[in-house]
């Protein structure tokens, strides 16, 4: 047993399951970048079985990143296992995660097979995937639900026969710390060549608990292995956050006596990349990255923290990447200077006319704001239309009256494949009527199941950021859109929503 904990990252995988959540190819580059910049062991990049877009996702990402290994979801099956290793042929560092739910539940009443057969199925899949890559990760999904003599059946059959990795989820959320540290404890104890593998935790957050649970399954189970998404993104509740994990361990390393390699300094960008990309807004009292996490109000905790710092604070903000927040252009800043703080932020452009979009974008906002903040930067790049000029629909401008007493009316231009068109409507206020002026032309029909509007950089000069979620025969998607004026914003949010809801829906549902 290793005393480093091994942090698994799935906020690609299985954060990208949350309704609303999913992203594109390059956004999903983008955000792997980053995570190599936190240093994260292992990046799960997707499901590559799952769609044609998540089978190139994986591939890209498996190509790109050098440091992490990269890992694709896969079902227990020869086909899905296959795709997985053809899409993660070019990394240096590859890892095939199958699965097949092991409770009584789920045998019957989804996968309707007998034990039998799952333990078979474990067994053959495993035996597959062990000949195209070296790094084979099992899990039996809804474990912790499972039959005890059962689990220690499958898990012992798919060590022998090559698991690397074997990974507990508690896939609904159910468990509580002690119970669930005593149940990867009592499972490597009783399987007789547990001792072969590494030890994962998998916590879904249903009761609030997948930190906890998590930290339980390390220090009374002996896991090494933590698998958590950024800012806890993930389908229902969530999944166990990353930040709050990796910042329990490091700060509290008396206890857990554990190694981590992650560099927490790019926890809060990669926190805010996540945020923005994905719409899923971060909310304030958020344990290391909510806006007031290191905020102190109460004069007395004021005064205290200006005497002696660790009187109220037991983790520094710079360790978590909070002082990063600082002016980095403004409307002089020149191409080069752009270039320069894409580079750092981790955004790749494919090519010259990319960036010269995106840097028309970027003087456009510098014109109408005068400190640009990386944060200010991400929020136009998570534009997908700045990037992506093959978008359905994009924005061109918008007026609108309100006032006092009367009902407001706005006037939408946007593109439609190119061709400029206009919408106009009244409303119960203008960001209702500028949305009604795009649906009077576009007709969707969909239903706005979100509507949220927070200040990217915290006063009322900085931008205003607008998710847009619509739901429409079935399919949730977010739509993300910024601009100092917050009608803008809602405008550009619903017709980056509108251009994901116009994106194939091919994909297979992970626990389908
Ligand atoms: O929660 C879960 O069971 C999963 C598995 C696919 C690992 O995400
Ligand atoms: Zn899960």
Same mark, same amino acid.
């Given at each position: 047993?290793?005393?480093?904990?091994?942090?698994?990252?799935?906020t690609?995988?299985?954060?990208?399951?949350?309704?609303?959540?999913?992203?594109?190819?390059?956004?999903?580059?983008?955000?792997?970048r980053?995570?190599e910049?936190?240093?994260?062991?292992?990046?799960?990049?997707?499901f590559?079985?799952?769609?044609?877009?998540?089978?190139?996702?994986?591939?890209?990402?498996?190509?790109?990143?050098?440091?992490?290994?990269?890992?694709s979801?896969?079902?227990?099956?020869?086909?899905?296992?296959?795709?997985?290793a053809?899409?993660?042929?070019?990394?240096?560092?590859?890892?095939?995660?199958?699965?097949?739910?092991?409770?009584?539940?789920?045998m019957?009443?989804?996968?309707?097979?007998?034990?039998?057969?799952?333990?078979?199925?474990?067994?053959?899949?495993?035996?597959?995937?062990?000949?195209?890559?070296?790094?084979?990760?099992?899990?039996?999904?809804?474990?912790?639900?499972?039959?005890?003599?059962?689990?220690?059946r499958?898990?012992?059959?798919?060590?022998?026969?090559?698991?690397?990795?074997?990974?507990?989820?508690?896939?609904?959320?159910?468990?509580?710390?002690?119970?669930?540290?005593?149940?990867?404890?009592?499972?490597?104890e009783?399987?007789?060549?547990?001792?072969?593998?590494?030890?994962?935790?998998?916590?879904?957050?249903?009761?609030?608990?997948?930190?906890?649970?998590?930290?339980?399954?390390?220090?009374i189970?002996?896991?090494?292995?933590?698998?958590?998404?950024?800012?806890?993104?993930?389908?229902?509740?969530?999944?166990?956050?990353?930040?709050?994990?990796?910042?329990?361990?490091?700060?509290?390393?008396?206890?857990?006596?554990?190694?981590?390699?992650?560099?927490?300094?790019?926890?809060?960008?990669?926190?805010?990349?996540?945020?923005q990309?994905?719409?899923?807004?971060?909310?304030?009292?958020?344990?290391?990255?909510?806006?007031?996490?290191?905020?102190?109000a109460?004069?007395?905790?004021? @005064?205290?923290? %200006? &005497? !002696?710092?660790?009187?109220?604070?037991?983790?520094? #903000? +710079?360790? =978590?990447g909070? *002082?990063? $927040?600082?002016?980095?252009?403004?409307?002089?800043?020149?191409?080069?200077?752009?270039?320069?703080?894409?580079?750092?932020l981790?955004?790749?452009?494919?090519?010259?006319?990319?960036?010269?979009?995106?840097?028309?974008?970027?003087k456009?906002?510098?014109?109408?704001?005068?400190?640009?903040?990386?944060?200010?930067?991400?929020?136009?790049?998570?534009?997908?239309?700045?990037?992506?000029d093959?978008?359905?629909?994009a924005?061109?401008?918008?007026?609108?009256?309100?006032?006092?007493?009367?009902?407001?009316?706005?006037?939408?231009?946007?593109?439609?494949?190119?061709?400029?068109?206009?919408?106009?409507s009244?409303?119960?206020?203008?960001v @209702?009527?500028? %949305? &009604? !002026?795009?649906?009077?032309?576009?007709?969707?029909? #969909? +239903?706005? =199941?979100?509507? *949220?509007? $927070?200040?990217?950089?915290?006063?009322?000069?900085?931008?205003?950021?607008?998710?847009?979620?619509?739901?429409?025969?079935?399919?949730?998607?977010?739509?993300?859109?910024?601009?100092?004026?917050?009608?803008?914003?809602?405008?550009?949010?619903?017709?980056?929503?509108?251009?994901?809801?116009?994106?194939?829906a091919?994909?297979?549902?992970?626990?389908?």
């Open positions: 047993m290793t005393d480093k904990l091994i942090i698994f990252d799935t690609l995988r299985d954060g990208e399951q949350s309704p609303g959540a999913s992203m594109t190819r390059d956004e999903k580059l983008r955000i792997a980053q995570l910049r936190l240093k994260v062991d292992v990046i799960e990049a997707g590559a079985a799952s769609s044609n877009g998540d089978f190139e996702a994986v591939q890209t990402i498996a190509k790109a990143i050098k440091d992490s290994t990269i890992c979801l896969s079902r227990a099956n020869d086909r899905d296992i296959s795709r997985a053809e899409a993660l042929k070019g990394a240096n560092n590859a890892r095939i995660h199958t699965f097949i739910a092991t409770s009584a539940l789920h019957e009443k989804k996968l309707r097979m007998s034990p039998d057969q799952v333990l078979e199925q474990a067994k053959q899949s495993v035996r597959f995937a062990r000949n195209l890559v070296s790094e084979i990760e099992f899990s039996p999904e809804d474990g912790y639900r499972s039959d005890m003599d059962f689990l220690c499958v898990i012992e059959t798919v060590i022998t026969e090559g698991a690397t990795t074997i990974n507990v989820p508690d896939t609904v959320g159910y468990a509580v710390p002690e119970l669930y540290g005593n149940f990867i404890k009592t499972l490597r009783r399987v007789p060549n547990s001792d072969k593998a590494i030890w994962s935790v998998h916590c879904h957050n249903d009761l609030g608990m997948a930190v906890a649970n998590s930290l339980a399954g390390v220090k189970g002996g896991a090494r292995q933590v698998e958590c998404t950024i800012n806890g993104l993930g389908e229902r509740a969530g999944n166990c956050s990353l930040e709050e994990i990796v910042m329990a361990v490091k700060t509290r390393k008396d206890y857990f006596k554990l190694e981590l390699g992650i560099d927490t300094r790019q926890i809060v960008a990669a926190s805010r990349m996540v945020s990309t994905t719409g899923f807004v971060v909310q304030p009292n958020k344990a290391v990255v909510g806006a007031n996490a290191f905020a102190h109460s004069g007395i905790h004021q @005064d205290g923290v %200006l &005497k !002696a710092r660790d009187t109220y604070e037991i983790m520094r #903000a +710079e360790d =978590v909070w *002082s990063a $927040n600082k002016i980095v252009l403004g409307k002089l800043s020149g191409r080069n200077a752009f270039k320069q703080r894409l580079q750092d981790g955004v790749e452009m494919q090519s010259e006319s990319e960036i010269n979009t995106a840097f028309a974008k970027f456009e906002l510098a014109d109408r704001k005068s400190e640009i903040f990386d944060e200010d930067i991400l929020a136009l790049l998570s534009e997908e239309s700045v990037l992506n093959n978008e359905q629909f924005f061109v401008s918008l007026s609108q009256h309100s006032e006092t007493g009367e009902r407001p009316q706005a006037v939408v231009v946007f593109t439609v494949a190119g061709q400029e068109v206009r919408g106009e009244d409303g119960n206020g203008p @209702d009527a500028s %949305l &009604k !002026a795009i649906e009077s032309h576009v007709k969707s029909g #969909a +239903e706005m =199941v979100l509507y *949220s509007v $927070n200040a990217i950089s915290g006063s009322t000069e900085s931008q205003g950021e607008v998710t847009v979620r619509l739901q429409n025969s079935g399919r949730v998607v977010n739509g993300v859109g910024a601009d100092p004026d917050i009608v803008v914003a809602s405008a550009k949010a619903y017709l980056a929503a509108l251009n994901k809801l116009q994106s194939k091919d994909r297979v549902a992970a626990q389908g």
